[in-house]
């Protein structure tokens, strides 16, 4: 059966959304704290609404690697991983500092474990500990080793019925041929298909069954990563009741006896008012296309375009204007504005582009990342958001932050490169693109992209000698704990250092991008959205890149974003329903 996609087909319940409509809760956003907000409320009785501006659900989270930073939770206890809220807060205070807001990092650690148990006992959200992931921050106090970060166990689709042609599908760039591979050990696996025979028979199995699915439904039905987490979700929303309509865009709040009290809306067939008895949930996404926020908050982007991100591009601020518009107050004192990643751009056939952030090379053995002077800037090992930096910091006094990402051929043909797959799928077509640039020697790979070719060639040069016994004494590269679980554990000595000597050579070029923003609306621990004057207003809640983050604009570990995300949402249906 192929699922078509039907404009403002709101949910199984087939009811269409109408002005002067009521409910009990109404969502402006569909992407994972949304979905949290909506499912909290709904199983505790309540009416819910949500409002979903692009044609499809799932926001940024749909696309996401789904993973969830959650201290504490009995996901990975229940694996014999300890943890305990003093050590989770020791990690905050480290990686904070002065702008802890203690309430709500205390609310984040109480509930976010509690929001865990809760959907697990009551919906379709299950999950697994990422096994040996580490937090971003090696030596810091308070740091774990493992099983903060967790992920939703991979999701059958046909669950969701028809409802499947609505949901946002992964960047097709970030899988092979629409097929969704999970990080850890399914990726190790697809990375050793011709390495051993366990992986090959994994792998086979896993095309054969998603084959099949492009034949029979046209998309994959396996689910994993956001996609996973998303279509879980939305099961379980659907199932409670809640009604999603999508290409439908909220506008402005409505207040009245002094508290939000409606939204209004347009859609494909006009524009009208929901009204909400309990309250509105802001969670659209954050400012990620926004370009005067951009402009106003990014060092790197002095016009607000010096920048790329891969948040749909309705993902404009919405929640933001229409907040501040009723006196809500927009928080923008963070350290960093966004959770900075290195991206690059894809040209496509009929001339747009796709970003697609560099989550899982860089940190491969083989591989180093260098400016345009040729000097590598950063330990390329270490968090996305932590490379941002480092990139912006070396570009500061230039008009863009850009560097290119550098590998040989075996390294290239093992481990792939941004969109490049590895072997035995073709590069052909991405070099013909000019997304891929190749030399048969360095000198004749700077001179194509543009590189000081003496300093680049003696960079390759330093680097190579000390990476041939495993070694980056100038970054250390390699030496943590994190850095060494996204190398390539069979590469010794180390998993993350390989010299780079075997032409033709590659590049990729990256610019600076993001995989979310921090600055957004101020929250309390109830997730109720505070005024200019340090009030809660009454009848208005924000989660996800639309609140606040709590880190101060860190990033501490894989799933930052999405674990406050959820965990807010949750929350906020709680309040709604009386229970907080």
């Keep these: 059966m192929q699922y078509k996609h039907t404009e403002q087909n709101p949910s199984q ?14 969502v402006v956003g569909s992407g994972g704290g949304g979905l949290a907000a909506a499912l909290t409320a709904a199983s505790k009785g309540l009416d819910v609404v949500v409002l979903e501006k692009s044609p499809l659900f799932g926001g940024v989270t ?36 002065e702008r802890m807001e203690l309430p709500v990092i205390e609310s984040f650690l109480r509930n976010g474990p509690e929001m865990l148990e809760y959907f697990e006992r009551n919906t379709e959200v299950k999950f697994t500990h990422a ?29 969701l019925g028809s409802e499947v042609a609505r949901l946002r599908p992964p960047l097709a760039e970030m899988t092979f041929m629409g097929l969704m591979i999970k990080p850890g050990p399914d990726l190790k696996h697809f990375l050793n298909v011709f390495r051993s025979f366990e992986s090959t028979v994994f792998v086979a199995r896993r095309l054969l069954r998603h084959f099949r699915d492009l034949v029979l439904h046209g998309r994959a039905m396996d689910l994993s990563n956001g996609n996973a987490l998303v279509g879980r979700l939305a099961k379980s929303a659907f ?105 690059s751009v894809v040209p496509q056939r009929d001339g747009s582009v796709v970003p697609i952030p560099h989550l ?10 260098v400016t345009r002077e040729g000097r590598r800037f950063v330990n390329e090992a270490n968090s996305y958001h932590d490379f941002g930096i480092g990139l912006a910091a070396a570009c500061k006094d230039q008009p863009e932050a850009f560097c290119f990402l550098i590998a040989d051929h075996p390294t290239i043909r093992r481990y792939g490169i941004g969109a490049v797959k590895p072997a035995p799928i073709p590069i052909g077509g991405h070099l013909k693109s000019g997304y891929l640039l190749r030399g048969a020697s360095l000198g004749e790979l700077a001179e194509r992209a543009a590189i000081d070719v003496a300093t680049f060639e003696a960079t390759v040069r330093d680097f190579n000698r000390d990476a041939a016994g495993g070694k980056d004494p100038v970054f250390g590269r390699g030496d943590n704990i994190y850095n060494r679980y996204n190398g390539d554990a069979a590469h010794r000595p180390n998993p993350c250092v390989a010299p780079i000597t075997e032409g033709p050579f590659y590049a990729v070029r990256i610019v600076m991008g993001e ?66």
């Design 13 to 26: 319940t087939g009811r269409r959304l109408s002005d002067g409509d009521t409910c009990d809760v109404v």
């Design 62 to 97: 749909a696309i996401s690697g789904g993973g969830l930073w959650i201290p504490c939770n009995h996901v990975a206890a229940r694996a014999g991983i300890e943890d305990s809220h003093e050590k989770a807060m020791a990690y905050f205070k480290h990686c904070v500092g």
């Design 131 to 159: 096994v040996g992931r580490p937090d971003y921050h090696p030596g810091a106090p308070g740091f774990a080793e493992e099983g903060r970060t967790i992920h939703p166990l991979p999701f059958d689709a046909r669950q």
């Design 239 to 343: 199932s409670k009741g809640v009604r999603i309509y999508t290409s439908v865009a909220a506008t402005e709040l409505v207040r009245s006896d002094g508290r939000v009290s409606a939204v209004r809306f347009n859609a494909g067939f006009g524009s009208g008012v929901l009204n909400a008895r309990r309250g509105v949930v802001l969670s659209s996404g954050g400012f990620s296309h926004d370009i005067d926020r951009r402009k106003a908050l990014f060092p790197h982007a002095p016009t607000g375009l010096e920048h790329v991100t891969a948040a749909p591009k309705t993902n404009t601020g919405d929640g933001l204007r229409m907040a501040e518009a009723v006196g809500a107050k927009f928080k923008s004192d963070h350290t960093h504005a966004a959770c900075w990643a290195p991206v």
């Design 360 to 369: 899982i090379d860089r940190q491969k053995p083989g591989f180093i990342a």
């Design 515 to 580: 995989l979310g923003t921090f600055a957004g609306l101020r929250i309390d621990e109830h997730a109720r959205v505070i005024d200019q004057a340090g009030t809660p207003i009454p009848g208005l809640y924000a989660a996800g890149n639309d609140a606040a983050n709590l880190m101060g604009g860190d990033y501490m570990s894989g799933g930052s974003t999405l674990g406050p995300a959820l965990t807010f949402g949750y929350v906020a249906g709680c309040h709604l329903a009386g229970e907080r």
